[in-house]
């Protein structure tokens, strides 16, 4: 992630400006299971039932890519979600043991040091 410091000031100046993501919309073939499995697996409160998730507070990287990155996976994959997690190796055992797919890369993050990358997929008849 690119950083420069005194940037954001530098553009910003006295303007208004974003305080957050309010939120991150996306088409599921089964948007009712898939919340419900978000929930379930993932412990995000309130999906099935259409409310806001209150997360804890912490950093969130906004960057756009060039439209040939393979970081995202493949080429139609045009966005990818990180979260943040306290103990990765249970997040990723709940998974597991739910049937998720996934893949764990060692990733370097900012200032917050050492970090893990992961692919997570569900199968795609079930959302």
Request: a neutral charge; proline letters at 6%.
């Amino acid at each position: 992630m690119l950083h420069r410091p005194g940037l954001a000031m530098d553009i910003v100046g006295g303007m208004e400006r974003v305080l957050g993501i309010g939120g991150y919309f996306f088409r599921a073939k089964d948007p009712e299971a898939l919340a419900a499995w978000y929930e379930i697996n993932l412990g995000i409160a309130n999906m099935s039932a259409g409310g806001s998730w209150e997360q804890e507070a912490g950093p969130t990287a906004f960057a756009p890519f060039p439209a040939d990155t393979d970081y995202f996976g493949r080429p139609d994959q045009q966005a990818r979600l990180n979260f943040r997690v306290a103990n990765l190796d249970a997040v990723l055992t709940q998974l597991r043991a739910a049937g998720a797919n996934q893949s764990r890369t060692p990733a370097i993050s900012g200032s917050a040091g050492k970090t893990w990358s992961c692919q997570i997929s569900r199968d795609a008849s079930s959302g």
